[in-house]
């Protein structure tokens, strides 16, 4: 399927606005059924300084949309409504709970000449649903991560406690929503993995091992080198939103450079003959301040048909970080804290400068990387893997890629086509500057490649990724 895709161009002087957030709320029509109650149905607003009729109007019109939606299809309610200058997005994460987020189309401010006001100009098919989509789905997600779901808090202390809890998590959460960086990643919600040799891999199986059997609290465990995942004992679907955390979140919170100068705190302890460069990320800043806090962040994982609460220990040496996960109701006392900086501190030192040795030959060996003349991204449904060359850097507040918007739009779109379809699929896609785009499916898994090739043919654009499949992917994507 060949398509051709809109002009790049826009004027010098004009100026271009990206998407924003113009309002986030949560509610439950069943908390205020009867006239005269509806302000009891609204669990969060934001921006909390809308006049209190406002929001009681901007959430009856949503009722409305969904409840006229489903005469037309019962089971599946509506997810979006697109109007020209916002776009809303409706989500049910829970019977009668719903979220909506309302983002500002992006849009071009043109001036005027003789001194009249600018024309504004909204780029309504700029926002790609599935990605918004999957953003409030994500925000679920995190909030359940830490507190359970909706229903819980409920549960436990009725309204008031739900609401309060919303206000706690959510209030922080949608600082850290930056709209404009958003893009295919957020769809795939994907989770990338350290490429290791087998020698390696097994010396950190034996070290989680040998961990989880001397702290035997431990009952769940993940490592992660350079932000990437080696290693995980928790579902995927947990794994997946707690490795956005700690991406997105935690990590970039505690950025050091990796030698620590003279006046840092990261001094390395010596313990016998082995250097120990490792510390909390959650829980006491330093193990020998007599008032250190040894309190760590709760989350809850799924298991079976219900949630287990646990203490999330973040612990890190170097480049190498292990999650430890500890059973909620056993207190974490600074006795088991002391003991657990002292195994693992010094092997998980050693172990980074493992990682980092092996890599560096492994990269030696396959020899200096020349820029390709393509880019890609990546994703299998079924282990979570992605992979991009596309990012050169992704957290909550920046997306730095190496391709136009335009481009990622692309992606965007020709993913909302896989999703349509369960068959195997390939679109080829020329843009009107020197690009080429390519999507393929097949099996669970999806490639999305960018040429740069100006004066390439189709026949010729399919076989370079063919050749990028046989190179890189080793053949798994065998579509003709």
Known sequence: ?????????????????????????????????????EEKKILFYHPCEVEKNEKIRNVGLCEAIVQFTRTFCPTKPAKSLHTQKNRQFFHEPEESFWMVMVVRNPMIEKPNKDGKPPTIEYQEDEILDSVYGAVLQQCYSMYKLFNGNFSRAFEAGGVELLTQKLEKFFYRYIQTLHLQSCDLLDVFGGISFFPLDKMTYLKIQSFVNRVEESLSLIKYTAFLYNDQLIWSGLEQDDMRILYKYLTTSLFPRHTEPELAGRDSPLRPEVTGNLLHYGRFLTGPANLKDPDAKFRFPRIFVKTGDSYEELHLIVYKAMSAAVCFMINASVEVTREFC???????????????????????????????????????????????????????????????????????????????????????????????????????????????????????????????????????????????
């Not at 809109?6 to 957030?21: D, I, N, V």
């Not at 020899?367 to 060359?389: D, R, V």
């Not at 068959?423 to 999806?446: L, P």
Request: aromatic letters at 10%; proline letters at 4%; charged letters at 25%.
């Open 1 to 37: 399927m060949l398509m051709i895709s809109p002009r790049m161009a826009s004027g010098m002087q004009e100026k271009q606005y990206s998407p924003s957030l113009l309002s986030f709320f949560i509610y439950n029509p069943k908390f205020g059924p009867r006239e005269g109650e």
């Open 338 to 480: 002391e003991q657990l900086d002292a195994l693992v501190g010094p092997q998980l030192t050693l172990l980074a400068s493992d990682i980092c040795e092996q890599y560096n030959i492994n990269k030696r060996i396959s020899g200096p990387e020349k820029e390709p003349q393509f880019k890609f991204i990546y994703f299998n449904h079924m282990n979570l893997a992605e992979k991009s060359t596309i990012h050169m850097r992704k957290t909550a507040s920046v997306s730095l890629t190496s391709v136009h918007p335009d481009l990622m739009k692309i992606l965007g779109d020709i993913n909302s086509d896989f999703a349509r379809v369960d068959a195997d699929e390939e679109i080829i896609v020329k843009a009107m500057t020197d690009y080429w785009v390519v999507g393929k499916k097949s099996d669970q898994r999806e490639l999305y490649v960018i040429l740069n090739q100006k004066n390439a043919n189709l026949i010729e654009v399919n076989e370079e990724v063919k050749r990028l499949c046989a190179t890189q992917f080793n053949n798994i994507f065998f579509l003709d």
